[in-house]
């Protein structure tokens, strides 16, 4: 893309975007070798920050990745990377790699990991989505067995979220439901999965083999304190069908209705009532919730 003027945290120093290079030798690229969150900020405060950091440090554990910086460490990237590029609303992208290495995939063979993180401004979907809804499918692409690839660490590898996204492309649909083994309801590319049936919230649980979304466990938190029942639940594609109301969350997205499923309307076939409130309970909260950057 075209230079954004950004200044990035590489290693240690914080450079020029046109600097900020990583070798063609890093696992991060070669074999996707890493992990990453994605992050924002709003009115000058990052949302959730410490929840983010936990899960880098715990998607880094399950990969056996030791990150060469404490937790505070990593958190003062984070905010100090928003400083220099005078973010107050923005999107952040914190990315661990097995680091620099040979040509064979042992990870022995790399001894630093590389770390960056990059702030910029936030590109906002168009207004309509969150208004219209939007309209999904599910996907032949089944989400990635968590006996193989665990899907709850946000690891570098997401081709299997690419090759989902690549069959919504084609369907003409911006957003791809995956399945698991099972044909149970996963998650999306990038976001969760949430259903209204019987008045009661529902969003698959993490050992299903998704990703335990931070946007997902803030709208679980602001329901219940809305007095709706939540539930983590095990449900299909027929489930989906029939459910008063459907959305999707994710730090990027935030809370997106879905109006249509494989060509099924969705209640009315417009957002519903309880993904309306969720959707001002957490404009709201962006408001007040998070680390402020500039003290
Ligand atoms: N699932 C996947 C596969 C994702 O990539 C994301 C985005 N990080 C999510 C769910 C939503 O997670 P979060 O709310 O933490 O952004």
Redesign the pocket.
Known sequence: GEALGLIVYLDGRFVPEEEAVVSVFDHGLLYGDGVFE?IRAYHGRVFKLKEHID?LYDSAKAIALTIPLSREEMTEVVLETCRRNEIKDGYIRLVVTRGKGDLGLDPRKCPNPTIFCIAASIQLYPPELYQKGMKVITVPTRRNVPEALN?RI?SLNYLN?ILAKIEANLAGVPEAIMLTQEGYVA??????VFIVRNGVLMTPPPHLG??E????NTVMDLARDMGVEVREAVFTRYDLFTAEECFL????AEIVPVIEVDGRPIGEGCPGELTLELIRAFRELTKVEGEPIYR
């Open positions: 994605g899960r899907p946000k979220n998650e999306a590319t990038g976001d969760n998704i990703l979304g931070i946007t997902r969350t994710g730090t990027a």
